[in-house]
């Protein structure tokens, strides 16, 4: 399998981005949303979506909808059906997953017990919707969760000691009639129910490791909240530094073998690479920070980068479409920026482009660096490119709406806790704002922060327009908490460091729209890359000052 396909999804917000990985947007382009009928494209989808579900094969149907919900946004249920099977493949990479198998595997009932325990203490007094987080619901979702797992041979395999298929079949009736409705009051009425269960289990099925059905309520307790809350074991939690798969993904580079040797399997349209570096598809590596030996065996790629030359990493490679065996030499920063690809647009006097392509503390001072770049080059009017901007930090997406809007209302955050709880984040930054006029590009990656930003330049009529399609619609606030606390039978005992991805705040529009399921839409609607970046330089050439130059087609600034 490539490295694409072995990267693990750390969190849920990651997997429902999968839609936007190279892979899958090569696969199916966007269509407009505004067509009046569904395409063949989406008829096709939907046929291929529910001939998946039918015969269980979730990672197929996830793929199916992340392509369809990126071909037709107008479809109320799309969304819906792409979280349940969501849902679905967390569960069945948990089950496949040998790392995650071994934390199940070295947990005490005992233990498990007190961490579904902690994850009902935790989640509710922080979860943005505390009536959807009770107890009681989060009780439902880890029944559910059990339930299907019962489904899976993997799980059956791995944690059952193989029960007749009429006994199993029985007991998930027993957990849908009689378990699923059983009070639940709090955390610990919610630790003695499920010991009570998986007694009944043990007696029934039985099961050969107990610690595996609280594995799965405290997996389901989280994941039915929402598509973006999620457990997080001791490895994904806390993961050790050696335990790190060293790649250069965060460049936009992807590797894998070829021939015994190793290639770039891909690179990520706007990333760091594309832009700065000449590497492309299919061209040989023949030496990492130095290193030419046995480059495609596994690990050595890893093993080679954890050794940077000079502060940065150093790749020599031979391109793909060249007769020549001499290679070309690139170097990597080590800490990839955010803010990149500052430029003037070619044969377009006047018109600059940056690129945002995350949020990170560091994004608001790199912006000022790169806008102050393109403006010592002539810049009167500027192109901010949000197309494929996961988001990241969200106070980082807020102080740099704060650097492009005068005055305003930038979002307002729903939720319980601290500076997110039912808060409107706006601006007063006056003359200090950036007073050039903008152009706003963004894509159906356009996804968390970036949306914060595009929502606040729309709405504000900051922006002269918004090009491109309508973004992902990830309109929440996540952080990682810990779980912990004593062991209930030997509080001397040291725990796992696991903890829980919660949604802590919604996102709102400065017009009171909610950002999350939704998304930005803008004004110029286009599919084609290449199409919405010629729309936005026509649209800036119509901001410029003066009397307006001819407009000529012109190349990309985008590599």
């Known amino acids: 399998m490539s490295a694409w396909g072995n990267r693990r999804l750390a969190t849920a917000s990651a997997a429902v981005l999968l839609i936007l990985t190279p892979t899958a947007r090569s696969a199916a382009p966007p269509v407009p949303r505004s067509g009046p009928k569904p395409s063949p494209l989406v008829h096709r989808l939907r046929a291929e979506a529910a001939t998946a579900e039918r015969a269980g094969d979730w990672e197929a149907a996830f793929a199916a909808y992340c392509r369809l919900y990126a071909a037709d946004r107008q479809a109320a249920d799309v969304r819906e059906k792409l979280n349940a099977t969501l849902r679905r493949v967390q569960q069945v990479r948990r089950h496949r997953d040998p790392i995650f198998q071994q934390f199940t595997l070295n947990l005490e009932t005992a233990e498990a017990l007190n961490l579904y325990r902690d994850v009902i203490a935790t989640v509710p007094p922080l979860y943005a919707d505390r009536d959807k987080a009770t107890p009681r619901l989060m009780w439902e979702h880890g029944v559910e969760e059990f339930d299907r797992a019962l489904g899976s041979p993997a799980f059956r395999q791995a944690y059952l000691d193989g029960a007749p298929g009429d006994r199993v079949e029985a007991f998930r009736g027993s957990l849908r009639t009689f378990w699923a409705k059983r009070p639940v009051a709090n955390a610990k009425d919610a630790r003695a129910l499920l010991r009570q ?11 050969r490791v107990p610690a595996a059905i609280a594995v799965e309520f405290v997996c389901g307790s989280c994941a039915g909240l929402d598509e973006y809350t999620v457990f997080l074991s001791p490895a994904e939690f806390a993961p050790e530094p050696s335990a790190a798969t060293a790649d250069l993904s965060a460049h936009g580079l992807y590797f894998g073998s070829h021939d015994g040797g190793l290639v770039i399997e891909g690179v990520a349209v706007g990333s760091w690479a594309a832009f700065h570096t000449q590497l492309r598809k299919g061209d040989r590596i023949v030496r990492v920070n130095g ?6 065996a596994p690990g050595a790629l890893a093993e080679a980068l954890r050794t940077p030359m000079g502060g940065s990493h150093e790749i020599e490679a031979i391109p793909a479409d060249s007769d020549s065996e001499m290679p070309r030499e690139s170097r990597l920063p080590l800490v990839v920026p955010t803010v990149y690809g500052a430029a003037m647009v070619p044969d377009r006097d006047g018109i600059g482009y940056v690129r945002i392509g995350a949020f990170a503390p560091t994004t608001p001072g790199e912006l000022d660096a790169a806008v102050t770049h393109v403006k010592s ?69 356009t996804a968390s922060a970036a949306e914060v930003v595009a929502a606040a330049l729309k709405d504000n009529n900051r ?23 004593p062991d209930e039978d030997d ?12 949604t802590i705040a919604r996102l709102i529009s400065p017009r009171g729209l909610p950002i999350n399921g939704a998304g930005v839409t803008p004004q110029v609607l286009e599919a084609d890359p290449v199409r919405q970046l010629q729309l936005a330089i026509d649209r800036a050439a119509e901001l410029l000052p003066g009397p307006r130059p001819p407009m000529p087609t012109v190349s990309s600034p985008i590599p």
């Open 291 to 296: 290193r030419t030996a046995d480059l495609g």
């Open 377 to 445: 080059l002539g810049a009167r009017v500027l192109i901010l490119d949000l197309r494929g901007n996961h988001g990241g930090s969200f106070t980082a997406g807020v102080e740099v709406a704060r650097r492009l809007l005068p005055a305003g209302i930038i979002v307002t955050t729903q939720g319980q806790v601290g500076e997110v709880a039912n808060r409107v984040f706006s601006s007063d930054s006056g003359m200090s704002a950036l007073a050039l006029p903008l152009v706003v590009l963004i894509d159906a990656e």
């Open 463 to 485: 922006a002269a327009v918004l090009v491109g399609m309508a973004s992902f619609g990830k309109g929440a606030v996540q952080i990682p908490v810990r779980l912990g606390g």
């Open 491 to 502: 509080p001397g005992r040291p725990r796992p460091r696991s903890g829980v991805r919660v």
């Open 197 to 207: 269960l998986i007694a009944a289990a043990q007696d029934t099925l039985p099961v």
